[in-house]
């Protein structure tokens, strides 16, 4: 009998090692397992209110149970409970919160119990092997991996990656692709998630970043950090551009990653199933990478917007399609890949908008400063675009201009500094009609049109003002070029009013009050001797 127990015992070691190698999680946590399901096994038989320890001998397989009191002052439950005098009886050393662990004899498993306990086992050896497989691929997310479809159900493919199962849903695949059960396919780890049914790893064949990774494994150079690739803008299947860098002079990034007779660049293209791809020198100036980024089209002006990062481009006018690419296409990658808004205009079109400018220009000087129109052009020749560039420039520079003299400077800076004071007094009606608080119009951060739009948004008393937050003053008043720490500062300030009525601490109450009592003592003594002095005068 001893013998069987002794082989039963080295069975169940055995057991363990072999489901640890089977799902790669440690020798302990199968063990681990098997404790809890003798536990479980153990209260069904005892008494779920036990309080009962497992414990499997790492070395011969040995199983012993205990159940667990804690020696209390006052029995609340006997079954997890002793008393101090009877804990003594079995440890003379035992003090009130220890716990005495009391052995209890080893139960046979009937089959239900046997089989409970094999329940708890997979389910904690399958929740072991989860954890390991979260924690393998968390670490792997920007991979690329390879693995056999499994199956594919509702265009979304389960693909086998060995040791973990992962998904590739409808949406990150190409379009027009189509997988079978048994296919090798390669994707890119873009998400692994912690989900009820199993950690999640997710593929995806149209992330940009998987064309970067493509390109690491293809070129040399990119693995080894020598060219790095900033940027991928992706319209999946179809086309795409990868803008490079070199970091050493004597290597040029676009030729290495073309390679040889296209050999590099034609691998990537035949895995993403013949999407077309750019491949851009990326420059450190903005405007040199987007008209790198426009290529094939030839670009012959640019004009830059850094606030906004907005960029016109002019092109000849039989470029404009190539430009613009079949349904916006190279103008939208360009976009993506350079993060910076382009508008395409052709010479011709940049042409007439120059001179409607000009005209609208012109026209509002004569308009509002009462000049003649060559006056006019002249101002807007030298750069002059509205009322307060010249309502506000040094006369010395206005009069430097040709066919302009002093007198005539003076005049124009008049009349614009009238015109300026005359709109602002319609403006600051306007506000008041608006209901706009002179509070706010005090805190001298708003120009009288932007007080106008306040009014126009709801926004009349400080309160008001102190209620939006820094975004909301922004989008309220776009024209105002306002930064998020400008924003804030404003609504700061429009807050303050609410900190001063707070009542102040009861020592500075007590000082002040000995200030008050000290000045009437002042003013007492001093109308006492101006008193004095009266009755002496009257006297003499």
């Known amino acids: 009998m001893e013998m069987i127990t ?30 809890e399901a003798i536990q ?52 003379p050393a035992a003090q009130l919160g220890d716990i005495i ?5 080893p139960i046979d ?99 940009p970043k998987y064309m970067a990774q493509l390109f690491a494994q293809e070129v040399p150079e990119v693995y080894d950090g020598i060219i790095e690739i900033p940027s991928v803008a992706r319209d999946p299947g179809s086309r795409a551009k990868i803008a490079v860098l070199s970091n050493d002079s004597s290597i040029d990034p676009v030729g290495a990653c073309v390679g040889m007779r296209g050999s590099r660049v034609q ?12 491949i851009i020198q990326w420059s450190p100036d903005d405007a040199t990478f987007i008209v790198n980024a426009l290529a094939p089209a030839e670009v012959t002006k640019v004009v830059l917007d ?23 296409q190279n103008v939208r990658l360009a976009s993506q890949l350079t993060n910076w808004d382009i508008d395409v205009l052709t010479e011709a079109e940049e042409s007439e908008r120059r001179q409607e400018e000009f005209r609208q220009r012109s026209q ?57 004071e005359k709109m602002n007094a319609q403006l600051d009606e306007e506000r008041r009609t608006l209901g706009v608080s002179d509070e706010i119009a005090d805190l001298g951060a708003f120009k009288p049109a932007l007080l106008v739009e306040l009014g126009k948004g709801g926004v009349k008393s400080l309160d008001d003002l102190a209620d939006l937050a820094s975004d909301e003053l922004r989008e309220m008043l776009p024209d105002a070029g306002f ?13 303050a009013h609410w900190f001063d009525d707070e009542p102040e601490p009861a020592d500075a109450d007590a000082e002040s009050g000995a200030e008050k009592d000290e000045s009437a003592a002042d003013v007492t003594q001093a109308a006492a001797q101006d008193e004095a002095a009266t009755n002496q005068g009257e006297g003499a």
Not at 10 to 34: N, P
Not at 42 to 60: H, L, P, Q, V
Not at 365 to 392: C, H, K, N, P, R
């Open 6 to 35: 002794s082989r039963n015992r080295i069975e169940l070691l055995q057991i363990a090692d072999a489901v640890a190698r089977e799902k790669v999680i440690e020798r302990d946590t199968v063990l681990e397992a098997m404790e």
């Open 40 to 91: 479980k096994a153990a209260r069904s038989k005892y008494g779920a209110e036990n309080e009962i320890r497992a414990e499997i001998d790492r070395t011969t397989g040995e199983i012993r149970l205990f159940r667990c009191l804690e020696v209390a002052e006052e029995i609340e439950n006997e079954a997890t409970e002793i008393s101090l005098p009877d804990a003594r009886e079995r440890n």
């Open 101 to 105: 662990a009391e052995p209890l004899p």
């Open 109 to 207: 498993f009937g089959r239900i119990a046997a089989q409970t306990a094999k329940q708890v086992i997979v389910q904690k050896v399958r929740e072991a092997e989860r954890e390991r497989q979260y924690e393998e691929y968390k670490g792997r997310i920007s991979e690329i991996v390879n693995g056999i479809v499994k199956r594919v159900e509702y265009g979304n493919v389960t693909v086998d990656l060995g040791r973990a199962e992962a998904v590739i849903r409808r949406d990150e695949l190409l379009p027009r692709e189509t997988f079978r059960q048994g296919d090798r396919v390669r994707a890119y780890i873009y998400d692994v998630r912690r989900e009820l049914r199993g950690p999640q790893i997710f593929l995806s064949r149209t992330h």
């Open 267 to 278: 691998a990537v293209v035949n895995e993403l199933q013949g999407e077309k791809i750019d």
């Open 306 to 328: 850094e606030e906004t990062r907005r960029i016109e481009v002019v092109v000849p006018d039989e470029q404009l399609s190539l430009a613009i690419g079949r349904r916006g």
């Open 364 to 420: 509002m000087f004569i308009d509002w400063l009462d000049v003649d129109e060559i006056i006019a052009q002249l101002l807007v020749t030298e750069g002059f675009s509205s009322m307060e560039e010249v309502a506000f420039v040094a006369l010395e520079e206005l009069a430097g201009i040709e066919g302009f003299d002093e007198e005539v400077a003076e005049e124009l800076i008049r009349r614009a500094q009238d015109h300026i």
């Open 483 to 495: 930064s998020e720490e400008e924003s804030n500062e404003i609504i700061m300030a429009a807050r």
